[in-house]
């Protein structure tokens, strides 16, 4: 019966169990037991309470004592259950008297208690009914973390006295409080060590493990044997060594185990680390460097179980067509024509985005909408130009030059000159508005964010490519600086250096054994695009410097940036209300 643990995280770089959490030796557990008077926290009392306080396998401390019930009297079953009378009872000390003190005792440590809602629910009530804040403390379930890391092939059920059992605690529980408590506290290490051996070792793990795939993933554990603790990129191969799925890591040994352990909560994951027969480490100068050659090798190797290989990035352009009467076009391969005449738009990572920005131009701009062409034996007005939505030789136009020059500021959005368009977008989005059209004014403005945004990213990558070599450095989280060696957009060389003053020397040395890298065209492959992002990203995380080619890489100061920048305040997303 596996195990799975869910994913808290969404960002594309893969973390190591090392980055996410607080160590178990290092957490203060206060493992709590109740008796009561019944089931019901909202009728029923209190007893006695018992708790122990442990931290890195060691005992702190114990609390015990029994109290007084204010509403409901100690039943002859209960009695005979927990060994517990009313005469015991009659002189202990209220819940007023006990509850500030157990709150202070379990003060910064997490809560454990077996079938917790139970014994938490009488505790949160307490805290209600004498007006006391509740702590709100993490709580651990130890009947949960057993049903998942033990099943039922390996006990019968999972109660405390059997668990107890299963673990050899030193302590029976008898249901009373102090002597349950402690024998939850053998459980809890019995569980801990179950835990350990297959890698768990934060308290953040605790909370995310699950039922699905214990069984098949642990039997796996071995495969990460021998991984170094690197950056690197890591490939998980099936026993004839074909390819199932490739990451990167900034510190492979500890993301490997993590499959093993806890893994994705997608299936497919569970499938695949079923199947793998190996693992294959390519160790990685820097994070960076694995990164970028997980994207390359994802877009060679095409792994089955990499959703990035099921799902391939398409582009798609809005081109202006070259005919008297030109039109707007979204497609997904480039001519020479378009690329020389400076009439793209794009890359736009779906159609749909792509269409609704090519809608927005069509709206503002004085364009034809139509496919028809002029002098053909069946042109005809088309159904734009009975709406006044067509601004070709359907309305009526057939000079083609004053139609190309009504279409100057288009032209200028092509060539990187946003103003004439945001000009023309605001007006648009203001009639929208004296109209009461919020809803159509707000999918104006966000078809304008959209072509911006794209505009300004492919700006970016431009920029960057059309550099022949930069060096720049970042400095590490554990000392010493990460450095790369970008060529026309790309990754041709990295390594690092363990003092600044060696960053220019190892510098030099990286451009001087540097990867070839051929000019950038937009025939490459949408992984040097992916590529190019990430070395973006990389050089504007606000740590990086450079080494040489100083700040090459930034955009224009009057390209699409500044233009996004610069749009106005009262057209951006949240500006245009909405009915």
């Known amino acids: 019966m596996p195990f799975d643990r869910t994913h808290t995280h969404t960002r594309t770089g893969q973390l ?42 060691e005992v702190q401390g114990e609390f015990q004592t029994l109290v007084k019930p204010e509403r409901t009297a100690i039943t002859p079953f209960v009695s005979r259950l927990t060994g517990i009378t009313n005469a015991m009872v009659a002189d202990a000390p209220p819940l007023t008297s006990v509850l500030p003190a157990f709150l202070e005792f379990a003060s910064g440590a997490v809560l454990v208690a077996h079938n917790a809602p139970f014994d938490i629910g009488f505790l949160r009530r307490a805290c209600a009914h004498l007006d006391y804040p509740w702590p709100a403390p993490q709580v651990l379930d130890t009947v949960t973390l057993a049903r998942r890391l033990l099943p039922r092939s390996e006990v019968p059920n999972h109660k405390l006295s059997t668990l107890a059992a299963h673990f050899r605690a030193r302590v029976s529980p008898d249901h009373r409080a102090l002597a349950d408590a402690r024998a939850t506290v053998d459980v809890l290490h019995g569980l801990f060590e179950i835990c350990g051996s297959h890698g768990i070792e934060t308290l953040e793990d605790l909370g995310t493990v699950r039922a699905a795939g214990w069984a098949k993933r642990r039997r796996k554990t071995h495969l990460a044997d021998g991984l170094p603790h690197a950056p690197g990129v890591y490939t998980f191969l099936d026993g004839s060594r074909r390819v199932l799925y490739i990451g990167s890591s900034r510190d492979l ?4 185990r993590s499959y093993f352990t806890a893994g994705e909560t997608r299936g497919r994951m569970t499938e695949m680390v079923t199947a793998a027969q190996e693992v294959s480490p390519l160790v990685c100068a820097t994070e960076l460097e694995a990164r970028v050659r997980e994207v390359r090798l994802i877009g060679e190797l095409d792994p089955p179980y990499n959703r990035r290989s099921r799902q391939p990035q398409r582009r798609h352009w809005i081109v202006l067509t070259r005919e008297a009467f030109a039109r707007l076009s979204v497609v997904r391969t480039l001519t020479p024509a378009h690329e020389e005449a400076e009439t793209v738009l794009g890359p736009f990572r779906s159609q749909k985005r792509a269409t609704v920005v090519k809608r927005l131009l069509e709206q503002v701009f004085p364009l034809k909408t139509c496919t028809a062409h002029v002098g053909s034996a069946s042109f005809a007005p088309c159904a734009a130009a009975q709406v006044g939505r067509c601004h070709g030789p359907c309305a009526g136009q057939t000079d083609a030059q004053a139609y190309t020059e009504a279409l100057a500021e288009l032209h200028g959005l092509f060539t990187g000159d946003a103003h004439g368009f945001l000009r023309a977008a605001g007006e648009r989005i203001g009639a929208l508005a004296g109209e009461q059209r919020y809803e159509a004014a707000a999918e104006v403005r966000d078809a304008v964010e959209a072509l911006l945004a794209t505009a300004a990213a492919e700006e970016a990558r431009t920029c960057l490519r059309a550099v022949p070599e930069l060096a720049a450095a970042s400095p590490r989280d554990g000392g010493g600086w990460d450095i790369a060696v970008i060529r026309h957009g790309r990754l041709a060389a990295a390594g690092t250096s363990p003092q600044a003053a060696g960053v220019p020397r190892t510098a030099a040395a990286l451009s001087s054994s540097a990867e070839y890298v051929p000019v950038w065209e937009r025939t490459a492959p949408h992984t040097w695009e992916e590529e190019t992002d990430l070395l973006l990203a990389w050089l504007g995380a606000g740590r990086t410097r450079a080494v040489t080619a100083a700040r090459a890489w930034e955009q224009p100061a009057a390209g699409f940036a500044h233009a996004r920048a610069e749009w106005p305040a009262a057209a951006r997303p949240g500006a245009v209300r909405t009915p």
Do not use: M, Y
């Open 16 to 57: 190591s169990l090392s980055d996410l959490g607080t160590p178990l030796h290092t957490v203060d557990f206060v493992v709590v037991d109740l008796e009561t008077t019944g089931a019901s926290n909202g009728a029923d009392d209190i007893t006695e309470v018992g708790a122990v306080r442990v931290r890195g396998g």
């Open 253 to 256: 040994r500890q993301r490997v």
